[in-house]
C-alpha cells in the first residue's frame, strides 16, 4: 500500500501541479518566455492577442522567432532579448520558455533552444514541453475534425504537418502528430487514417518532395470514401489568402476532398494550454493550499490519514 506521502505526491503530480518545497517559492520568481514563430502580419495579432490574455494571469513576454533566424547577433535577437528584458522588470529571477511550436523537432525551434540564454541577461532558463504532448491540443485537433467529419466509420483522415528541412525532421515531426493521432483515435474511428508533412519551401529538393506528397494525397483522396484533410500546424499568415492554409486549399480546391483551413490558432484550448503549463513549471508558495480529491473513501485509518 502506499504510503500518504506518495498518495498525496501522485496526486498533486496528476493535477499538473510542480511541487516543490516551501521555501523554493522565496528564492525565486518565474516569468514565461513565450517563444512563437514569426508568421506574418495577421498571425502575429492572433499570437498576441492570445499571449496577452496569458499575462493578465502570469508575469510573461513574447518573443518572435522567423525562419530567417540566425543566431545570436540575427535581427530576431532584439524580440527575445527584449521579452527577457521584460520579465527581469518584473522581478523575475528564472525564466520558462513556453515553445508555441507544435514539436520539439521543429528545426527552427531547434536552432533557437541552445542560444536562448544568451538574451537573457544571466537569468536561467529552462523549457516547458512543446505542444504536441498535451491533450488540450489533442482536443483542438478533435474539434477541427468533427467540423468536418459525418461518418467517420466511412472516412479516410489526414493529418497535414509543415517545416521538414530533411528526412530526419520529417520523420521526427511525423512521430509528434502520430501522438495526436493516437488521442484523436481513442474517441473515433475512422477507416483509415495518414500523415503528411510538408517541407519547407526553401529546404533541398523541396518542391519535387511537396509535389510528391501532393500526389499521395491525391491518391488517397482518389479511393473510395470520403477524406477529411485536416491541417494540424502553426504556419505562415500574412493575411487571410496569404497563409499556409489557404495555400493548401489551393492545392486541393478542384477534389472531392473536406477541408477548412484552420489551422491550431486561434482555439480557447491555446491559453488553457499555456495556463497549465504555467501552473505545472511555477514553484509552490508556504501560503498556497493544496486539494486532494478522493473519488472514495476506504477503510476508517486510511480516510483519517
Known sequence: MFTQT??????LFILGTSWMPANAAS??????????????FLGNQEVRSLVDEFKQAYPAALGLVGKD?????GEYAAYLTRAAQELKQTGATEIVAIPLFLSEADPLLKRVVPLLPAYTGGLPVRWAPAMAHDYLIGQIVLDRIAALSEAPES??????????????????LKADLEQLLAYVKRYKSFRETDIVVYYDREAEAADQKNKDIKAHVLAQIAKHGRTLLVPVLIGPK?????????WLDGQFKNTHVAYKPDELLPHPNALLWLKKTANRE???ASSEIGVVIMPHGSTQPWNDA
Not at 528564492?27 to 506574418?40: E, Q, W
Not at 533566424?69 to 547577433?73: I, N
Not at 472516412?155 to 521526427?172: P, Q, Y
Not at 500574412?238 to 489557404?246: G, I, K, P, V
Open 282 to 284: 511555477t514553484p509552490l
Open 6 to 11: 506518495k498518495i498525496v505526491m501522485g496526486i
Open 27 to 40: 528564492s525565486s520568481k518565474v516569468g514565461f518566455l513565450v517563444v512563437a514563430p514569426d508568421r506574418g
Open 69 to 73: 533566424y540566425t543566431g545570436v547577433d
Open 155 to 172: 472516412e479516410r483522415l489526414i493529418l497535414v504537418g509543415a517545416g521538414a528541412t530533411d528526412e530526419a525532421s520529417e520523420k521526427a
Open 238 to 246: 500574412f493575411d487571410h489568402s496569404m497563409s499556409l492554409t489557404a
